[in-house]
């Protein structure tokens, strides 16, 4: 539980330090369901599926990643949003990190402690 204590801390300070610099409102919907949209694709994807459990090659990861996240910028093309700007892309690579770091870390976790009941 610390090691996801502390990633899930130092990740929230440093979206707030990102966020503050490339001055990104959170707090509305768009953003919320896109930085959603990408931490739990980095904690499933990358984090359980690549780093942990290796049942998903890297680079199938990534093009899954690519697909969602296009899928995602249509949607918003279409509806007129606009969400494609450089600051928005880096906001969301830092999500899909934190993301695969809080995946990682929650699996490295859940098995520990299956072990130690055993």
Same mark, same amino acid.
């Given at each position: 539980m610390n090691l996801?204590? @502390?990633?899930? @801390?130092? /990740?929230?300070i440093l979206l707030y330090f990102v966020d503050a610099f490339f001055? @990104?409102? &959170?707090?509305?919907?768009?953003? &919320?369901?896109? *930085?959603a949209l990408r931490f739990f694709t980095g904690f499933i994807l990358i /984090?359980? /599926?690549v780093l942990y459990a290796h049942k998903?090659?890297?680079? *199938?990861?990534?093009f899954l990643i690519l697909v969602l996240v296009l899928?995602?910028? &249509?949607m918003d093309y279409y509806r007129n949003v606009n969400s494609f700007s450089f600051e928005d892309? &880096?906001? /969301?690579?830092?999500?899909?990190l934190w993301g695969s770091l809080m995946g990682y870390a929650?699996?490295?976790y859940s098995k520990d402690k299956a072990d130690k009941q055993q």
């Open positions: 996801i204590s @502390i990633v899930m @801390i130092v /990740g929230l001055k @990104i409102q &959170l707090m509305n919907w768009e953003m &919320l369901t896109h *930085s /984090g359980v /599926g998903i090659r890297l680079k *199938s990861a990534v899928a995602d910028d &249509l892309t &880096l906001h /969301g690579v830092y999500m899909l929650f699996m490295k």
